[in-house]
């Protein structure tokens, strides 16, 4: 356990300790001298910062020591027993495909990919992929930071450690950085053929760079179940120029100095835990142990985003799930050849103006009634209706304007979805009743957890669908407040 009064929120793990930890500890404010604090049985040392959104956020800063998946994995298994972060970050250089990123940008990356997995058949060794991702909420909170990354403190922070280095640690030539929320390939082999094109080429043209560590720290993140991201500085491309050439190492200390000032600025002006933190810590305290199979017999879907629904909606309806939509949605599935309920005719009212009767009383109470409640399901069921176990449900955020063009308040409020913000704040209160799907990304789980459990989902998926949901709200609601401060200033 750490020894701040207070949990640590976030975690930062520098690979090596010659560029990459002295970057962070130069960033933060940490003497080279200073010993590390009395943490776990490792060298990890502590710090605060002011935050925009989270108030003062406890850090804690840390390194691997050596390169490798294997070694990173290890490493940050014993880092995340020992502290429990609310957000762990990997930190270091990477190889950057050359067109694609400059020497001195830095990838911030979510979802890496282990191109070197391989499965020994009979015919031989073929690919196989493996992929790990974080948590989508703070993925969406790099996309928004990211579109304003060069007009927050990061340059200024940048340009302040540029001027610590020697005159032998700048690069041949000066450095603009710019940022790229982008995957990252992991493997065991120190790119320097030039072959990491190749290797986006083959696996997802989304890669940016490559490097040695990603895919063994976030598979231990993602076994601990601490949401993290990856920000890794270019120092060079992976080729036989970089690696042999004029460009060899030139790079390092600029690229460690663009990614930790990165951070900085993503932490103070882009991330948001302060809610989400209150409201996980009592569910930690209180609900972690209450948690039961949930029998899935009716779902209630609104979803903006259709990535994979039809096939997710098939699956459940094939499973003697009651589908009931709004009527947009319902629509949208009767294009593809699924029928299903619209609310209207679910709550058995009739259709009043345009609104959707996605916070009808009735269900409502569906929602807050599970099917071995006796008495409540036969007084639903008399009226036609039945207890819903899962919410599928998502809301793009209200664009802001494009091309500087201007916006009412008002239009932009307008716009804005208030039904599923709603919707899933009463879900989180009924946490005993129902279960929450937020992102597609999700729905492949969900079907595997029901096919494994007849048809109820298990506790530990509820759990984590229950944290997820808790994110994505609050999330919804900074975007609506970054908006506000942005576009309408003077009306503060």
Sequence with gaps: MSQFAQPVDVLIIAVLPKFELAAVERMFGIPQDEGPGPVGNGDVWLRQIQTRHSGILNLAVAFIGDQGNSTASA???????????????LTGTAAGIRGKVKLGDVIVCGLVVDYEGAR????????????????????????????RALTSNWIKYFQEAQ???????????????????AWIASGEKLLADGSLAEIAKKHDER???GEKEGFGFATAANKEHVP?????????????????GNEKDKYHPSAMNAAAGYIRAFLEDGLVLDNLRTLTEVYDRHASNQWKPLRIEAALI???????????????KNNGVRLISTPGVQKYFASVGINIESTWDFTGTPKLFEFRATLHPYLLACLATTPDAS????????MGMCPIGLVICNAKPAPPPAGGATLELAQYIAEMNIGVPLLLR????????TATVVSPNDYPEVVADLKQNRMCLSPGLRKQLFRRTLRYVFENDRHATDAYDRLWPKDL
Excluded: N
């Design 75 to 89: 490493s940050t298994t014993k880092l995340l027993m020992e502290i429990r972060p609310r957000l762990v970050l």
């Design 120 to 147: 020994l058949t009979a015919e031989g060794s073929l690919p196989r992929i493996d992929r790990k991702e974080t948590d989508d909420v703070f993925l969406k909170q790099v996309q928004l930071f990211d579109g």
């Design 163 to 181: 001027q610590q280095l020697s005159y032998a640690e700048l690069p041949p030539a000066s450095v603009q950085p710019e940022s790229h929320a």
């Design 207 to 209: 890669i940016r760079g």
């Design 228 to 244: 993290w991201l990856i920000v890794r500085g270019v120092s060079d491309h992976g080729d036989p120029q970089s690696k042999d």
């Design 302 to 316: 609104s979803t903006e985003d259709k990535t994979g629904i039809e096939v997710f909606a098939g699956f459940l």
């Design 375 to 382: 008495e409540r399901c036969s007084a639903l069921k008399a």
């Design 426 to 433: 009463w879900a989180i209160r009924q946490w005993t009743t």
